[in-house]
């Protein structure tokens, strides 16, 4: 496999922050994503690129060994049990090399401890040891819902580094929140075990509710005869319309709380939020000649109390 300089393939610096990262990210997914190149298949494998990056710099510790080891970082764990340090290990070559010149390998580690260790790490024709397992990397991918879908669960397909999966989407999802699914990374090394995958969700929210968390908010005109005589509404939830009733002389910007028809609280069946609505009062226009004498007689009544 090609070495792939993950800073490059994101366009960043390595002084980029995880802001910075998941920004370029997003711009470069949205850039290369199989769906807006179809048959394109540098767009697919610039795609491919660019999650493996993202998959090593989003998480901190991974990006910290690849920031030292480069291209091996994925055995940075032997590596510091070995006692091997790549700087250490550049300065040697380069006293080696103004001394001694360099084999065609970039230096002659023969008869030192790090030959063993290489040997037992990669293998060797002649060694006959048993190479070393290797954990596959992880995946990550964005997942845009609308909230209407968001609001039952159900099952989706999405297409992860060119396979295809089928996962169960719990109702209650939230926008940005971060759910794995073991085993569906990339493929282990040597029979080691395959990465995982983390698939972050994108919600829109087209509707005329505002949620926070489990709850739901929206506004609800109230006609002017319906808010000083009270009455009874209909009112739209999430998932249909409720009758409530309305005092008598009540306020524009009262609020009322239907308990229970929010949002779908995640991993609880058959629990949700609430739904708070807010009153705005509706006035009435082109009245007809008869009403607007009414009102001037209610005016004038008011006035003389």
Same mark, same amino acid.
């Given at each position: 496999?090609?070495?792939?300089?993950?800073?490059? %393939?994101? &366009?960043? $610096?390595?002084?980029?922050?995880?802001?910075?990262?998941?920004?370029?990210?997003?711009?470069?997914? *949205?850039?290369?994503?199989?769906?807006?190149?179809?048959?394109?298949?540098?767009?697919?494998?610039?795609?491919?690129?660019?999650?493996?990056?993202?998959?090593?710099?989003?998480?901190?510790?991974?990006?910290?060994?690849?920031?030292?080891?480069?291209? &091996?970082?994925?055995?940075?764990?032997?590596?510091?049990?070995?006692?091997?340090?790549?700087?250490?290990?550049?300065?040697? *070559?380069? *006293?080696?090399?103004?001394?001694?010149?360099?084999? &065609?390998?970039?230096?002659?580690?023969?008869?030192?401890?790090?030959?063993?260790?290489?040997?037992?790490?990669?293998?060797?024709?002649?060694?006959?040891?048993?190479?070393?397992?290797?954990?596959?990397?992880?995946? +990550?991918?964005?997942?845009?819902?609308?909230?209407?879908?968001?609001?039952?669960?159900?099952?989706?397909?999405?297409?992860?580094?060119?396979?295809?999966?089928?996962?169960?989407?719990?109702?209650?999802?939230?926008?940005?929140?971060?759910?794995?699914?073991?085993?569906?990374?990339?493929?282990?090394?040597?029979?080691?075990?395959?990465?995982?995958?983390?698939?972050?969700?994108?919600?829109? +929210?087209?509707?005329?509710?505002? *949620?926070?968390?489990?709850?739901?908010? %929206?506004?609800?005109?109230?006609?002017?005869?319906?808010?000083?005589?009270?009455?009874?509404?209909?009112?739209?939830?999430? &998932?249909?319309?409720?009758?409530?009733?309305?005092?008598?002389?009540?306020?524009?910007? $009262?609020?009322?709380?239907?308990?229970?028809?929010?949002?779908?609280?995640?991993?609880?069946?058959?629990?949700?939020?609430?739904?708070?609505?807010?009153?705005?009062?509706?006035?009435?226009?082109?009245?007809?000649?008869?009403?607007?004498?009414?009102?001037?007689?209610?005016?004038?009544?008011?006035?003389?109390?």
């Amino acid at each position: 496999m090609d070495y792939i300089d993950y800073y490059k %393939a994101l &366009d960043i $610096t390595k002084t980029a922050t995880e802001a910075d990262i998941k920004k370029a990210y997003r711009k470069a997914a *949205r850039k290369y994503h199989p769906d807006l190149n179809p048959n394109d298949k540098e767009a697919e494998k610039k795609f491919k690129e660019i999650n493996e990056a993202n998959e090593v710099l989003s998480n901190p510790e991974n990006r910290k060994k690849y920031d030292k080891y480069g291209k &091996d970082w994925k055995h940075a764990d032997e590596f510091e049990k070995a006692g091997y340090d790549p700087n250490q290990q550049q300065q040697q *070559r380069t *006293r080696q090399q103004s001394s001694q010149g360099y084999s &065609d390998f970039g230096g002659d580690f023969s008869g030192s401890d790090f030959s063993d260790f290489f040997n037992s790490m990669y293998g060797s024709a002649n060694s006959g040891r048993t190479q070393s397992k290797y954990r596959g990397q992880d995946f +990550n991918a964005e997942l845009q819902l609308d909230l209407a879908s968001a609001y039952t669960t159900h099952k989706q397909s999405l297409t992860v580094n060119g396979k295809n999966i089928r996962i169960t989407i719990p109702a209650g999802v939230e926008n940005g929140q971060v759910i794995k699914i073991p085993n569906h990374g990339g493929a282990g090394a040597n029979g080691g075990p395959n990465g995982d995958l983390y698939i972050t969700f994108l919600i829109d +929210n087209n509707s005329d509710f505002k *949620r926070e968390g489990n709850n739901l908010y %929206a506004d609800v005109p109230l006609d002017l005869y319906t808010a000083v005589l009270g009455g009874e509404i209909n009112v739209n939830t999430f &998932d249909g319309k409720v009758k409530i009733k309305v005092p008598a002389e009540t306020q524009t910007g $009262t609020k009322v709380k239907l308990k229970g028809k929010g949002f779908p609280i995640y991993k609880k069946d058959n629990q949700f939020g609430d739904l708070y609505i807010t009153y705005t009062l509706k006035t009435p226009m082109k009245l007809s000649d008869k009403e607007k004498e009414l009102f001037q007689e209610l005016a004038k009544i008011r006035n003389h109390e």
